[in-house]
C-alpha cells in the first residue's frame, strides 16, 4: 500500500517565477492538506482540499493556490516566487471522519528559490 | 488563535535515560492532540493521538503522552530512550469542531541520544 507520494524531490528557481508541487493521497484517503516548513521550524498550514474545494486556509497570501482533482491527487502552486519561500512542502492525506482524522505525510518538496 | 510551545528546543539524553518532552497549547475548546516524529532524513510519521476517552494515550516505540485539560498540556514520555530515538519530535493540535483539520504545529525539540 503505497504511501503519500510527492513530486518533484527537489526544486530550484528564480525569483518571479512559478512553480507546480505534485502530491498523491495515500490509498483511501480524500483530503489532501499542503504545509510549509522552513528550516528549524514546524510545519505550518497551507491549506486543506476535500471534495475539489479548498475548506480551510492558513496565512498564506494569494500567491499560494491549489486545486485537487477527482482522483483525490493534488498540486500546489506558487506564484511570484520570493526567496522567502524556500522550504520544504509536505503534502498529508487524511480520510474524512467529522473531525476525528489522522494526517498522513509524503516525504515533502524541497524548493530553493534563488 | 490557536498555538503551540514545545519548551525544549535540544535535549541531549544518554541511552536508558528517561524522557518527558512538554507540550502545551492555547485553545480552550474541544481538541484532538497529536505527537509526530521525524527520524533523520526521513518524513514525518505519527507516534500517537489523542481524539477523546483515557487521557494517557500510548504509541509506538513505547511512547506514551498524557492529556491534561486543566493544564492544557500533552508531554510526550518514553522510559528508557534507545539510540535509535535520536530524531525532530513535533507537537501538534487542532479542532475537531470547526470546517477543515488544520495542524497547528509546535516548533519542535531535537532529541538527541548517545549510547
Known amino acids: 500500500d503505497a504511501g503519500v507520494t510527492q513530486s518533484p524531490t527537489h526544486l530550484i528557481k528564480t525569483r518571479g517565477q512559478q512553480v507546480t508541487l505534485r502530491c498523491s493521497p495515500k490509498s483511501g484517503h480524500d483530503t489532501v492538506s499542503w504545509y510549509q516548513q522552513a528550516l528549524g521550524q514546524g510545519p505550518q498550514f497551507i491549506f486543506q482540499?476535500?471534495?475539489?474545494?479548498?475548506?480551510q486556509r492558513g496565512n498564506f497570501p494569494d500567491r499560494f493556490s491549489g486545486h485537487q482533482f477527482p482522483n483525490y491527487s493534488s498540486e500546489l502552486n506558487v506564484n511570484a516566487l520570493l526567496l522567502g519561500d524556500s522550504a520544504l512542502y509536505l503534502c498529508?492525506?487524511?480520510?474524512?471522519?467529522?473531525?476525528?482524522?489522522?494526517?498522513?505525510f509524503g516525504p515533502g518538496t524541497r524548493l530553493l528559490v534563488l | 488563535a490557536q498555538s503551540v510551545s514545545q519548551h525544549n528546543h535540544h535535549v541531549i539524553l544518554s541511552e536508558a535515560a528517561s524522557l518527558e518532552l512538554g507540550c502545551n497549547y492555547s485553545?480552550?475548546?474541544?481538541?484532538?492532540l497529536f505527537w509526530y516524529v521525524q527520524y533523520p532524513g526521513q518524513h514525518l510519521q505519527l507516534l500517537l493521538k489523542y481524539f477523546s476517552g483515557d487521557p494517557l494515550v500510548k504509541g509506538i516505540k513505547g511512547f506514551e503522552a498524557e492529556f491534561i485539560k486543566s493544564k492544557f498540556s500533552f508531554n510526550l514520555r518514553k522510559p528508557s530512550v534507545q539510540w535509535s530515538d535520536t530524531a525532530e519530535y513535533f507537537c501538534?493540535?487542532?479542532?475537531?469542531?470547526?470546517?477543515?483539520?488544520?495542524?497547528?504545529f509546535g516548533k519542535g525539540t531535537t532529541l538527541s541520544v548517545s549510547s
Open positions: 482540499y476535500y471534495e475539489e474545494e479548498e475548506r
Open positions: 485553545y480552550g475548546g474541544t481538541v484532538n
Open positions: 498529508a492525506s487524511s480520510l474524512e471522519a467529522g473531525g476525528q482524522e489522522t494526517q498522513y
Open positions: 501538534a493540535v487542532n479542532n475537531p469542531n470547526q470546517a477543515g483539520t488544520a495542524l497547528i
